[in-house]
């Protein structure tokens, strides 16, 4: 088995772990559900608080604040998302913009009857879907996958034809760690004339995405996970810059106006990106993520991709080795060029581990109804921390037995 001592001494980002807090966690393992706060972050936070809210009151809003969403939206496009300028903001939770994309989409094919979707796509989706298409009347088609991989491109050929609206998949599956072909799924999309909305929630901040290059039409996605925005931070949305004159979001607010502040009758949207917003943006929530595009700008996706595969890597070469002999199950795909960020492990009664793990400041987390995921965030996450946690899922399991 391969050192954990050996692999850090190895690990070209190992510094970046001194810059969070919470490193005297015993083994935190759920950097894909809530990544840890940056030192940084903290000292912005009471910066902000102290000189910019405290300081210039509502002046705040002619300053910056008005343009936080577009200008962190491009910032995000350019680091993380492979997206140029103006089709990126930040603005509401990743649910809300999923509806109001997945809204626009379907209006825009107003002939079109029926939204793709996998049956083991986040639950969010599924619901806000489901909601859709009962409002307006269209059919959801229900691709099943196979558990422990996810969505290919031939399932999405297999049932697609032009009466399909919109296609909908999560670029990272949130159980199985399923990578999905995203240029492959969006061409066949588009030869039968459908749009594609994408969720990056669990790949933004671990893998490079390159959504003008795959040609994605929506996307959204959240910050608070490899993103380390802090506990409902807001989401992201990304509309390519062709669609965001035909689009049409449903949440007509006034900050989505053409002219905010004339206040006056009729709504007509903002141009561009701006027409994507709603209400008032959550600026002080947005501030934890200047300091994490700092970050990963300094560390690189590339790298970053890099070390969560070793990370990922590690996680199953030690699950081999110590839990399959127990009875667990790897729910994840073996192929690294397939698998996202996390790993998940299979065995009944994992729920009940769950809570002595967590006694002992070890932290992954379960997914129903008998996964135990392990999402080591590559900036913040060493590999022997990732070590003491494996082998205190092994002392646990074996004791249990
Ligand atoms: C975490 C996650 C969400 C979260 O949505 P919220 O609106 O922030 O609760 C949505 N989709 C996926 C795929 C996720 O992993």
Same mark, same amino acid.
């Given at each position: 088995m391969t050192d954990p001592t050996a692999l850090d001494a190895a690990d070209?980002?190992?510094? +970046?772990?001194?810059?969070?807090?919470? &490193? /005297?966690?015993?083994? +935190?393992? /759920?950097g894909n559900s809530l990544g840890r706060p940056l030192k940084a972050t903290a000292e912005l936070m009471d910066e902000f608080i102290r000189e910019?809210?405290?300081?210039?009151?509502?002046r705040g809003w002619t300053d910056e604040w008005w343009e936080w969403p577009i200008t962190l939206g491009d910032r995000l496009g350019s680091i993380a998302l492979g997206a140029a300028n103006g089709q990126v903001v930040i603005a509401d939770s990743t649910t809300v913009l999923f509806y109001k994309l997945a809204r626009a989409a379907v209006d825009a094919r107003p002939h079109r009857r029926k939204i793709l979707i996998d049956q083991d796509n986040f639950p969010t989706d599924r619901y806000v879907l489901e909601g859709i298409a009962a409002e307006r009347g269209l059919e959801l088609v229900w691709i099943t996958t196979d558990p422990v991989a996810g969505i290919e491109p031939a399932q999405v050929a297999d049932v697609i /034809?032009? /009466?399909?609206?919109l296609v909908s998949f999560s670029h990272v599956a949130y159980r199985s760690g399923w990578l999905a072909d995203v240029a492959a799924i969006n061409e066949i999309a588009h030869a039968a004339g459908a749009l594609t909305l994408w969720d990056l929630s669990h790949s933004v901040g671990a893998v490079p995405i390159e959504l003008d290059e795959w040609g994605v039409d929506l996307a959204v996605g959240c &910050?608070?996970?490899?993103?380390?925005?802090?506990?409902g931070s807001p989401a992201f949305a990304y509309v390519r810059d062709d669609l965001l004159a035909e689009l049409r979001q449903p949440i007509q607010g006034w900050i989505g106006h053409r002219a905010s502040f004339e206040m006056g009758p009729g709504y007509e949207p903002a141009k %561009?990106?701006? %027409?994507l917003l709603s209400g008032t943006p959550p600026i002080l929530a947005m501030v934890p993520l200047h300091a994490n595009l700092d970050m990963l700008e300094s560390a690189g996706i590339a790298a970053v991709r890099q070390k969560s595969q070793r990370l990922s890597a590690y996680a199953l070469e030690l699950a081999d080795e110590w839990l399959v002999p127990l009875g667990v199950a790897i729910a994840s795909p073996r192929d690294p060029a397939r698998r996202g960020g996390h790993v998940t492990l299979q065995k009944p009664g994992f729920d009940t581990l769950l809570e002595r793990l967590w006694e002992r400041g070890v932290l992954p987390d379960y997914r129903r109804p008998d996964g135990l995921r392990i999402g080591p965030a590559p900036l913040s996450t060493s590999f022997t921390e990732l070590h003491t946690g494996m082998s205190l899922v092994r002392d646990l399991l074996s004791r249990a037995d």
């Open positions: 070209p980002l190992a510094a +970046y772990r001194d810059q969070f807090l919470a &490193t /005297d966690v015993v083994s +935190y393992l /759920d910019q809210w405290a300081g210039r009151l509502i /034809d032009d /009466d399909v609206a &910050t608070y996970k490899y993103l380390n925005g802090g506990p %561009g990106a701006r %027409g």
